[in-house]
């Protein structure tokens, strides 16, 4: 599928060419997001998405945990870069996890997920769905978090849900960037992709 803009080959000022320079060493391409949205606005990419990387640096959720819950939002809402970018990270960062991304959908009752986990997504996909929780989906993620872990965990709702809707609204899709890995030679990523 085309993006509803063209993606831009050349960018101008040095900044952003480092950022492609980069992108396209670490995908084997220039992310279309960066090539659609960023490059059109690089001054609002550079200052929000480097707070965005600035603020998730400072969690203090496991992992598995950011992984679980930003591929949940991504998925709820239907953004195909978000979900093929988390399967990536998971896949060169933290493997382990692939099973339960695999499972994602079945969270309620997979035996892979602990009960914290459940809690969060269970939060994460009310809020997403509805807009809204209940107090008796905030009371079960009480149970397995602190005040600083919700407020983690709703930040990684909202900062995932910019994403998802740039995405989206540009019709920006895959880029397949789990294949490229294999592709590379990364051998286990090969075994696990897709």
Same mark, same amino acid.
């Given at each position: 599928?085309?993006?509803?803009?063209?993606?831009?080959?050349?960018?101008?000022?040095?900044?952003?060419? !480092?950022?492609?320079?980069?992108? /396209?060493?670490?995908? %084997?391409? $220039? +992310?279309?997001?960066?090539?659609?949205? =960023?490059?059109?606005?690089?001054?609002?990419?550079?200052?929000?998405?480097?707070?965005?990387?600035?603020?998730?640096?400072?969690?203090?959720?496991?992992?598995?945990?950011?992984?679980?819950?930003?591929?949940?939002?991504?998925?709820?809402?239907?953004?195909?870069?978000?979900?093929?970018?988390?399967?990536?990270?998971?896949?060169?960062?933290?493997?382990?996890?692939?099973?339960?991304?695999?499972?994602?959908?079945?969270?309620?009752?997979?035996? !892979?997920?602990?009960?914290?986990? /459940?809690?969060?997504? %269970?939060? $994460? +996909?009310?809020?997403?769905?509805?807009? =809204?929780?209940?107090?008796?989906?905030?009371?079960?993620?009480?149970?397995?978090?602190?005040?600083?872990?919700?407020?983690?965990?709703?930040?990684?709702?909202?900062?995932?849900?910019?994403?998802?809707?740039?995405?989206?609204?540009?019709?920006?899709?895959?880029?397949?960037?789990?294949?490229?890995?294999?592709?590379?030679?990364?051998?286990?990523?090969?075994?696990?992709?897709?």
């Amino acid at each position: 599928m085309a993006t509803y803009l063209a993606p831009i080959e050349k960018p101008r000022g040095l900044l952003l060419k !480092l950022v492609y320079y980069f992108t /396209r060493r670490m995908f %084997g391409t $220039v +992310s279309t997001p960066i090539a659609v949205f =960023s490059a059109r606005m690089p001054r609002a990419f550079l200052m929000f998405y480097g707070k965005v990387s600035s603020l998730d640096k400072k969690l203090t959720l496991p992992r598995q945990t950011v992984i679980l819950v930003r591929e949940r939002v991504a998925s709820i809402n239907g953004c195909l870069y978000c979900m093929d970018a988390s399967r990536w990270y998971a896949l060169t960062k933290s493997p382990d996890v692939l099973p339960k991304l695999d499972a994602l959908a079945e969270y309620v009752t997979s035996p !892979l997920f602990t009960p914290a986990e /459940r809690a969060a997504l %269970g939060y $994460v +996909s009310e809020l997403v769905e509805h807009r =809204s929780v209940s107090p008796a989906t905030f009371a079960e993620l009480s149970r397995h978090y602190s005040e600083r872990e919700i407020c983690d965990i709703v930040w990684l709702v909202a900062s995932e849900h910019v994403y998802n809707m740039t995405n989206i609204g540009l019709g920006i899709g895959s880029d397949g960037l789990c294949e490229r890995q294999a592709a590379r030679g990364d051998t286990s990523v090969a075994a696990t992709a897709g």
